[in-house]
């Protein structure tokens, strides 16, 4: 997903606290509101930052509560931004395909779903780099189906 189609999809799914957000989406809407927060704060202007953040507060939410989704976990997770630097490594989880009850049709998720062209790709369960010919994950050991 790049940054266009991801600050898209966090705008249009503005107060969507269900299904899950890749981590390109998040981060992609995160280093947005970031540009755009100094953009503004450089430009002295406080009641329009003050206006914008108070705008994007919600999607913020929405997006973050769909990150901890995609990685598996409830969205009350979310109240660890309190904390931000578990809730960064906590946003940085990878996507977890086997058993995700937040979005549906994952829990039947194989290994070959995350595949890519080439045999080349990630592991489903612990996230690591999967290259071409691998039968078996050297990060988990997983087997690959394929």
């Not at 939410?61 to 809730?87: C, E």
Request: glycine residues 10%; proline residues 5%; charged residues 15%.
């Amino acid at each position: 997903m790049g940054p266009v189609q991801a600050v898209r999809t966090c705008f249009t799914k503005y107060a969507d606290f269900r299904g899950a957000a890749s981590r390109p989406e998040y981060w992609w809407f995160v280093l947005f509101n970031l540009v755009v927060s100094l953009v503004l704060s450089s430009a002295h202007s406080t009641l329009v930052s003050t206006l914008y953040s108070l705008a994007v507060l919600v999607p913020g939410l929405a997006v973050m509560v769909r990150r901890h989704h995609d990685a598996g976990r409830s969205g009350w997770w979310a109240f660890t931004i309190l904390i931000w630097p578990w809730a960064l490594v906590l946003l940085a989880y990878p996507t977890k395909a086997h058993n995700n009850k937040y979005v549906a049709g994952r829990a039947e998720a194989g290994v070959t779903e995350t595949s890519l062209q080439g045999g080349a790709g990630y592991c489903p369960v612990c996230g690591k780099l999967r290259l071409p010919g691998q039968t078996f994950c050297s990060g988990c050991g997983t087997k690959f189906d394929d």
